[in-house]
């Protein structure tokens, strides 16, 4: 007595088995062998195929989307300006780096990040560099790097924007808007030059206060206006 023959073909769209009866003979096979081995090749053959064409089309919108570009330090400026009784002080960082990533197509999708060594500091008198160094003032042995980091860019005109983020100094962090100017042609892909001004910082919201007696003898202003030109250069 010959018993029926019974295969099971899962289906994973209809979570379901295909159940056949039949002898168990070679020229019986289950139809479901046949589903089956046209999904293998498909696995083998096409599968691979499309995953590779829609990796390398993600690359090349990647690739050409966007760029980065490193601060150049030599052809940079990051100064600052305060007003005290007996005229204005002058002051520059000489040490800094920083990186801006642009998308064209897409400019709020651009970002800039920049880090300043406090430690190089320039306001042309020794002294008061070192006493600027200092723990009664910026604490560079604490809080040795000042740092800024974009939370959105947005585009304000042909060739300026707003970019908002996050200054970080003396250990206190505070948002802040730098308004930006290219400075460089648009279709200039090798480097990138930026003028960038922002509202005066105060100095109290830093906790960058000197003693009550020093403030009070020497009149420095409570704010600090800043004069930045950036220009940086097409990362490899």
Same mark, same amino acid.
């Given at each position: 007595?010959?018993?029926? *023959? ?16 039949? &002898? ?19 696995? !083998? ?6 995953? *590779?064409?829609? =990796? ?5 919108? *990647? *690739? ?27 002051? %520059? ?17 651009? &970002? =800039? ?5 406090? !430690? ?6 020794? %002294? ?23 939370? &959105? ?6 060739? &300026? ?29 090798? !480097?990138? !030059?930026?003028? =960038? ?26 704010? =600090? ?12």
């Amino acid at each position: 007595m010959k018993l029926p *023959a019974i295969a099971f073909c899962h289906s994973e769209r209809s979570e379901e088995s295909l159940v056949t009866s039949g &002898s168990t003979g070679y020229g019986n096979t289950p139809r479901c062998f046949a589903s089956l081995n046209m999904t293998a090749q498909f696995t !083998r053959r096409i599968l691979p195929n499309v995953i *590779a064409a829609v =990796v390398i089309a993600a690359l090349s919108s *990647a *690739a050409s989307a966007n760029e980065t570009y490193k601060f150049d330090p030599s052809s940079s400026t990051i100064g600052f300006t305060v007003h005290q009784f007996l005229g204005t002080t002058h002051g %520059k960082f000489t040490r800094f780096s920083g990186k801006i990533d642009i998308d064209r197509e897409h400019s709020e999708n651009s &970002s =800039v990040t920049a880090q300043i060594d406090v !430690r190089s500091i320039d306001t042309r008198i020794k %002294k008061r560099d070192d006493h600027l160094r200092s723990a009664e003032f910026f604490n560079i042995e604490k809080f040795p790097y000042i740092t800024f980091k974009s939370r &959105s860019v947005k585009r304000t005109g042909p060739q &300026s924007g707003d970019i908002l983020g996050e200054l970080t100094m003396h250990g206190v962090t505070r948002p802040i808007t730098l308004h930006v100017k290219l400075l460089t042609p648009m279709n200039d892909t090798t !480097r990138t !030059r930026w003028a =960038v001004s922002t509202d005066s910082i105060t100095r109290r919201d830093f906790n960058l206060m000197f003693s009550p007696a020093t403030e009070t003898v020497s009149g420095i202003s409570q704010t =600090v206006a800043i004069n930045i030109e950036i220009e940086a250069k097409r990362a490899e």
